[in-house]
């Protein structure tokens, strides 16, 4: 894993997955590696009750009947869609339902204007076919089809970012289970395997962009992802991401919880004074989701250790969420600016402590912004 800038969830959990597997007796669907409720015990943690020898911690946060659904989802013929806003771990919880199901969150198509029907299907290998002809040797399977062919868990991420001809190339693929080789004569067709299924994901707020069809939509069980709004889940989600952090810096930082909860009580503020607004320009940019957050902190820190005082202060953070959040100039510096002024000074005359300190870091990086 030193090795490795991010590695992905069944290297980075792969001793706890070898355990889980080797003390897991419920029944596994297809070629699945972990029985549903050793995928479903791996990505929430393990509780008391569920008798194990060891302590799994949680890996994702969020309402169990959605990790719940979209397991069911995966042990049928279906495939699975986590759609909504932007950071509410859409991604890292179709990662760690690959690595838990399949041992491979890697086969992952991305979705953009740049996708094409290759990306899913299959493609060739130029100089093998001058040299020697089309057969399949020269020919360059995708992710997806990977996928069919041994078993797995394929992944499709901004499936709503992909052209519609993308996306209708996907329909035969979830409907059929095959995929065909026109061009060749013999061994022209790819069947998925059992334990095939694809996991896409789907920013709600890129509606519009380019639609799915009602086709598409059939092949799908939804799986709406809500932003986090329980404080307490909330915290345990920024603080589970701070601590990977620093690990993988090697950095010996202390993140104060006075002043995590200054971060999450601006957020808080910040999304109600957005839900209140009547237009876009009196609403940032930013979707304000549990993953901006921990952008924030981890700026904040970075800076802190690489510039600062090797000790995370209230001005720091302040001035990693104003540089994050003010994406419009002048809209956003706007109401950043309102913000600081009608909530945050008078917040800082009444409790003080770190809010003296964020009042004013908050003041200079606006100032540098304007």
Do not use: C
């Amino acid at each position: 894993m030193s090795d490795m800038l991010r590695a992905p969830a069944e290297v980075k959990y792969a001793e706890e997955l070898d355990w889980l597997e080797s003390v897991d007796d419920g029944p596994k669907p297809f070629s699945w590696r972990l029985s549903p409720k050793m995928v479903r015990l791996f990505i929430l943690g393990s509780e008391r009750a569920d008798g194990l020898d060891r302590e799994i911690a949680p890996k994702w946060f969020g309402d169990r009947s959605f990790v719940e659904r979209s397991i069911v989802t995966l042990a049928s013929d279906r495939g699975l869609l986590l759609i909504g806003d932007p950071g509410t771990g859409k991604s890292w919880l179709a990662e760690l339902l690959a690595a838990a199901i399949s041992r491979n969150s890697t086969l992952v198509v991305q979705g953009t204007a740049g996708t094409t029907e290759d990306h899913i299907k299959y493609s060739w290998n130029v100089s093998m076919v001058i040299a020697k002809g089309q057969s399949r040797a020269s020919m360059i399977p995708s992710p997806i089809m990977t996928a069919m062919e041994g078993g797995v868990i394929g992944r499709f991420e901004e499936l709503t970012r992909a052209t519609s001809d993308v996306q209708d190339a996907l329909i035969s693929i979830l409907s059929e289970k095959y995929v065909s080789i026109p061009e060749l004569d013999d061994d022209n067709i790819v069947f998925a395997k059992p334990g095939f299924s694809v996991i896409a994901t789907a920013n709600s707020r890129d509606r519009g962009v380019n639609d799915l069809s009602s086709a598409l939509k059939r092949r799908f069980n939804f799986v709406r992802i809500p932003v986090v709004t329980n404080r307490k889940s909330e915290a345990e989600i920024v603080r589970f991401r701070t601590e990977e952090l620093l690990r993988r810096h090697n950095i010996e930082l202390e993140v104060p919880p006075t002043l995590l909860d200054v971060l999450l009580q601006s957020f808080a503020d910040l999304r109600a004074a957005s839900a209140a607004a009547s237009g876009d320009d009196e609403r940032l940019e930013s979707a304000l989701s549990t993953a901006e957050q921990i952008g924030v902190l981890e700026d904040a820190i970075l800076h802190s250790t690489f510039f600062g005082a090797s000790a995370l202060t209230a001005e720091a953070l302040a001035g990693s969420l104003v540089g994050s959040l003010a994406r419009r100039s002048p809209e956003d510096l706007a109401i950043l600016n309102k913000y600081w002024h009608g909530v945050i000074e008078p917040r800082s005359r009444e409790q003080s402590g770190e809010w003296t300190g964020f009042l004013e870091g908050g003041r200079q990086a606006i100032a540098t912004l304007s």
